[in-house]
């Protein structure tokens, strides 16, 4: 963290002393409030979008502190409404530092991480602190021409979504292995909620079965998972929305080995979701 990160920023008392991660968007760093272990964050980026996240990150703490989640989460220690957020440091460690993780993620801390994710989706938030994070049939139509659907994806999708009972849930919105903290107790202890907000159910369980599903057991799980929930329908439909989101970041990677080996199993699972859906 550079110090004109800090410069004229308002840290609420907190004293930055390690940098963590630093990218474009936001700079995390490890400190202490008053003697408490801290994470300082703070947004760089000056583009109206993560702007926009990071006061709804801000409202999350804030809908958390006035209607605590069932689930473990960071205390919002501090504010400034706007591009400062100082949260409790917690002893844990990151599920992985990779989006996919390269070995399979350990069945216990699977089930763990699976059944903190489901646990959150009970949560009842503030009403005004939570909304609809985006538009699905909107999302379908952009996916549409940006060629990532074709026009019987398009179609199955609308039907799908007319269809369907208007019904949301609260989701994370971004369980990726690095926001997945695992104490030394093997609590799961959620973090980063930039995303949060309400989805079709089963958003958090479709990132779940594509990012950390490594294995037809765990596969097996997040199915029964859905099927005792009774929301095969949404959560497949999830699923084309978050895949189709995966294989688009990944098109947009510069050509190399991994690149191509990632979008070869995505579109593998693709073709397998996308059978689904017809069928559906």
């Known amino acids: ?32 409030h008053r003697d408490r272990p801290v994470v300082i964050k703070v947004l ?76 959150f989706s009970t949560w009842s938030a503030p009403p005004a602190r939570v ?12 996916y549409h021409h940006a060629g990532f659907f074709d026009s019987t994806d398009r179609a199955r999708l609308r039907v799908l979504l007319s269809e369907i009972r208007p019904e949301w849930q609260v989701n994370h919105g971004d369980p990726v292995p690095a926001n997945l903290l695992f104490t030394g107790a093997g609590e799961c202890v959620l973090t980063d909620f930039e995303f949060t907000g309400l989805f079709l159910p089963g958003f958090d369980l479709a990132v779940t079965s594509i990012l950390l599903a490594g294995n037809p057991a765990q596969v097996d799980t997040v199915a029964a998972t859905v099927s005792a929930a009774g929301i095969e ?34 579109d593998a699972e693709w073709e397998i979701v996308r059978a689904r859906l017809h069928d559906a």
């Open 233 to 266: 329908v949404p959560f497949l439909i999830n699923q084309a929305m978050v895949l189709s989101r995966e294989i688009r970041l990944h098109t947009e990677l510069d050509d190399s080995p991994l690149r191509r080996r990632r979008l070869a199993l995505l």
């Open 1 to 32: 963290m550079k110090s004109h990160d800090t410069a004229r920023r308002n840290l609420g008392g907190a004293v930055p002393v390690q940098v963590h991660r630093s990218s474009e968007k936001t700079a995390l760093a490890f400190g202490h």
């Open 44 to 119: 760089r980026s000056t583009e109206p979008f993560w702007r926009a996240r990071f006061i709804h990150e801000i409202g999350i703490y804030r809908a958390f502190a006035e209607s605590p989640p069932p689930v473990r989460v960071p205390e919002l220690i501090s504010t400034d409404g706007e591009s400062v957020l100082v949260i409790e440091r917690i002893d844990a460690e990151e599920l992985d530092s990779e989006r996919y993780p390269k070995q399979t993620v350990a069945p216990q801390l699977f089930d763990t991480a699976l059944a903190t994710t489901t646990a």
């Open 131 to 142: 909304a609809p994070v985006f538009d699905y049939t909107a999302r379908v139509e952009r």
